[in-house]
């Protein structure tokens, strides 16, 4: 379980993050939802440590993150695996020395376990033969289950995804929704997955927080976010039309 | 390594060449007093060559060529958040990737200085080969005369303090970019500004401490 307490963030006396309480259980994926914008990617950010908080506090499992050094930090690190947004592969490196490289960092297994092990994961995001290809060869899409295959290749204990199924297809979108949501159960992990689509949500949404504007507006699961009256989170979740004709149902 | 300086090394052979042959005719032209023997354009080339032109000049140009390919490589890892993504990891990013851009450069630029040394004496003797107005053994003897082992060291001295610029500034401002693609662009401009007018700086107090 993460714990996010009263957190603060500002860059240069803008304040982005206002005041925000999140328990991210454990077993669960935590979704984050909110407009562009608002917040998402700063507040995983902060989690992590990408960026220092201004104030609030921080824990995983009860660990307070907020007050370590950068070698306990670190420790903790080792646990997290991580999806950017942007995918963030490493340019220089192939697909497979790009899972690879978190194996080689945090662990000193054999060069064919650690190759078995990337290849079960470039399998597990439905990506073959591509083991010598490097991102500027890969789609959008490819890329980010690159990033996926890399963020679970250490079998982290808490995961964060930003925007998993962005630039996917439908069909892969939910390829990868179902794989987020069995690699939490399986593992038993805390995982954070921001997402901008209702689908995804619906889909795997164990428990959904509302970002606007830097603060957090909502929080509840997904049989109580169709139920909602809170206008600005109807506002989002209503956008499309398809979700306008489910609800008249 | 091969973005570190050897790739340069066409570049270098062919500034180093024809600057040689260039200062080589500009002295040349500039005896125009009998009492000056002409063996003098052998050592003016080889003085200027050794004490200024290849360390200093060309660490200018390799600034130029390097530094930015530094900034800009660095400042794209950090707007497409490879480094966040390295720091995550558990990795120190900082030292993962600009000190072995550092100790590279420390090896290979002052060998491309030796190297231009060589090309541009050689550039100079291709001139007094072909020229009329000096023979091949007035210059070869010019080279050689008078010649002094610590203008060597004061040179590589020089070029050890100029690698380091040339690398660590551009790597300094590629790791601090925010924004965009537009502020690799800036970054990239910087570094090179900011190393250039450092290894002039430099360059000036390490005369002054080393030759005087
Ligand atoms: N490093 C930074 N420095 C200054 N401001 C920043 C920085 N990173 C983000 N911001 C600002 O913080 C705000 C929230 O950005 P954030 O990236 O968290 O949005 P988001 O909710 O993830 O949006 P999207 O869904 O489009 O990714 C934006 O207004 C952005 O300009
Ligand atoms: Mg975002």
């Known amino acids: 379980m993460i714990t996010v307490k009263n957190i603060n963030k500002s860059f240069s006396g803008n304040q982005i993050l206002h005041d925000i309480s999140i328990n991210f259980l454990r077993g669960k994926t935590n979704m984050i939802i909110g407009a562009s914008g608002s917040g998402k990617s700063v507040l995983t950010k902060c989690i992590v440590g990408l960026h220092e908080i201004d104030s609030g506090l921080i824990e995983y499992d009860g660990r307070d993150f907020t007050h370590m050094n950068f070698k306990e930090r670190k420790g903790i690190r080792a646990e997290i695996g991580m999806l950017f947004q942007g995918s963030a592969l490493f340019d220089s490196l192939t697909v497979e020395e790009n899972v690879r490289f978190p194996l080689e960092m945090h662990t000193d297994k054999s060069k064919e376990e650690i190759l078995d092990r990337v290849n079960f994961c470039l399998q597990r995001v439905n990506l073959e033969n591509v083991n010598h290809l490097h991102p500027s060869e890969l789609s959008g899409g490819m890329k980010k289950r690159v990033g996926i295959a890399r963020a679970i290749a250490l079998k982290p204990k808490y995961l964060f995804c930003d925007e998993p199924n962005s630039g996917l297809d439908p069909q892969t979108s939910i390829v990868i929704d179902n794989l987020i949501q069995e690699i939490t159960q399986e593992y038993d992990i805390t995982t954070i997955v921001i997402s901008h689509d209702m689908n995804s949500v619906m889909e795997a949404g164990d428990h959904i927080s509302f970002i606007y504007q830097g603060r957090k507006w909502w929080e509840g699961d997904r049989h109580e976010i169709l139920k909602t009256d809170n206008p600005e989170l109807c506002d989002f979740v209503y956008a499309s039309r398809i979700m306008q004709k489910f609800r008249k149902l | ?212």
Not at chain 2, 114 to 141: H, K, R
Not at chain 2, 163 to 170: E, G, K, L, N
């Open chain 2, 1 to 212: 390594m091969v973005s570190l300086g050897l790739g340069s090394l066409g570049l270098i052979a062919i500034i180093s060449l024809f600057m040689g042959a260039v200062v080589t005719i500009q002295t040349v032209a500039a005896i125009d007093s009998p009492l000056i023997p002409l063996y003098t354009v052998g050592f003016a080339t080889r003085q200027s060559f050794i004490l200024e032109l290849a360390p200093t000049v060309m660490c200018l140009i390799l600034s130029g060529k390097i530094g930015s390919n530094i900034a800009s490589e660095i400042g794209t890892m950090r707007i497409s958040e490879q480094i966040d993504a390295l720091e995550i990891m558990g990795v120190n990013s900082a030292s993962y990737l600009i000190f072995p851009k550092i100790i590279a450069a420390l090896f290979t630029i002052p060998m491309i200085i030796i190297y231009s040394m060589f090309l541009g004496i050689l550039g100079g003797w291709i001139v007094g080969a072909y020229s009329n107005n000096l023979t091949i053994d007035e210059y070869l003897y010019g080279i050689r005369w008078n010649f002094n082992m610590f203008h060597i060291t004061y040179a590589m001295i020089k070029t050890l303090f100029f690698a380091f610029i040339i690398t660590s500034i551009p790597a300094y401002h590629g790791y601090f970019t925010r924004g965009g693609s537009l502020e690799i662009g800036v970054s990239s401009t910087k570094s090179v500004v900011y190393s250039s007018i450092s290894i002039l700086i430099i360059n000036y107090i390490l005369t002054q401490l080393l030759l005087i």
